[in-house]
């Protein structure tokens, strides 16, 4: 689980609003579709977590910024004293953030279920969910899938903001 006091750093960080297309609704429906794929594909779930916080939290804009991702695993090394991680996990939550906005399916399980776990979360911007850039089976798994539009579609707001990190939006 994500602590407060790591949320709370990011979220001091964070230059775009958190009620924002990239803020703290997004990074809890990617944490939540997380937890569900985790299960499914074998993929390290704190490292999934704590991508979910991290993925976006550099964006310096709300639209193209092709540099976000690479901001994000700088920001992973210098927050690696906060992240309860052994060596091979971080590198995976290094390499998730960096490369998450490139497209790329090819990789390591828990890396493919970060990059999953985000793209889910697409049709919150207006774009459909393009099953060609989702990297696992699970995520492909039609119910899946519709369950994970009607969530970003709607931009429903995930109970555990107030709940796990204490936050009200
Ligand atoms: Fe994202």
Redesign the pocket.
Known sequence: MVSKKLLNAIIKQYSLPLEGL?GLS?WAR?LENGRLLAPLTGARLEVVELFAVF??ARRRNESTDYRHGHRAADYVRAQRHLLDLNERDFDLLVMACAY?VDGGTIGDVTVQTCWDA?RL?ICRVGLQINPKYLCTEAAREETFMREAVVRGVNRYVPELIKSEWGVEL
């Open positions: 990239h997004h990617v993925h976006d998450h985000d979360d």
